[in-house]
């Protein structure tokens, strides 16, 4: 047995894929956001533009959310059921604030954001570029998506190194 004693290394390695594979999705969404938002800055064909944004809510309403909850769901019970504890370990601290900052990013900002250029875009086609909301709603959009880049990949860069050791427990006076 491992850790306290709740899951066998089978059953934690594959609860550790299960894990690994969500947040691999959420990272590749990601960069298919990124992908998408770059060119639909840079299209001069309606098509596409109207393509790009459909896409990337198409997959915020659909691999985003399953890939956040999936990762959320399979790191807490990681964590719950390995020696490693939900506070025991300021680097694991470290990724549940990150995750938080992905979730809302991810399931909540990116399918509002979206859907509004969707929306925007199917109304106004190219013009759309020129109205200010669309151009508040693009940066908004592109800042999210810088964010959940930068978060999920720190997500994994601290899973490596595990950096900042464990917490000190200070024992309560009598």
Known sequence: MNGIGKLSITQRRWLLSA??????IMFGVAVA??????????TSDEGVLKA??????????TSVQASTIGALVTGILLSVLTKWGLFKHYWIIAKEGLMIISILLGPFSMEVLTLKAVTLTSAEGLNSLYDPVFT???????????????????????????????????SLPN
């Open 19 to 24: 894990h690994l594979l969500f947040s691999a």
């Open 33 to 42: 956001f990124l992908i998408l938002s770059i060119t639909a800055a840079n």
């Open 52 to 61: 790009c944004y459909t896409s990337m809510h198409a997959l915020a309403k």
């Open 136 to 170: 508040v709603n693009s940066r908004l959009l592109w800042t999210g998506i810088i964010l959940q880049i930068l978060s999920v990949g720190g997500m994994f860069v601290i899973s490596v190194f595990k950096p900042w050791g464990q917490r000190k427990h200070k």
